[in-house]
């Protein structure tokens, strides 16, 4: 019931930054309720793994190798969550999913982040 789009992945230098976005939505007419937001990344050979992670109350959450550098931000009323990223490094190469929870869990399609040396 709950399409989620992802953007703003692309090619960056280590030590630049991304900002992804991710919308969640529903067909005309449905109502839903979102618990939680979040972001999940995987690279080849890897199994995905939580980035960052915000509940509606604003309560975050996020894996010790981005503390410090990313950033999880969302905006209830767009149904939007947000990861702003810093100091990107080249092990932060991956594909970057956005999820949600409301009744069940939902995730994007993905978006590609690519960190050069």
């Known amino acids: 019931q709950v399409q989620l789009v992802e953007s703003g992945g692309g090619l960056v230098q280590a030590g630049g930054s991304l900002r992804l976005s991710c919308v969640a939505s529903?067909?005309?007419?449905?109502?839903?309720?979102?618990?939680?937001m979040g972001w999940h990344r995987q690279a080849p050979g890897k199994q995905r793994e939580l980035v960052a992670s915000?509940?509606?109350?604003?309560?975050?959450n996020y894996a010790d190798f981005v503390k410090g550098r990313f950033t999880i931000s969302r905006d209830n009323a767009k149904n939007t969550v947000y990861l702003q990223m810093n100091s990107l490094r080249p092990e932060d190469t991956a594909v970057y999913y956005c999820y949600a929870i409301a009744r069940g869990l939902y995730w994007g399609q993905g978006t590609q982040v690519t960190v050069s040396s």
């Open positions: 529903v067909a005309s007419g449905s109502i839903f309720s979102i618990n939680a």
């Open positions: 915000a509940t509606t109350g604003g309560v975050t």
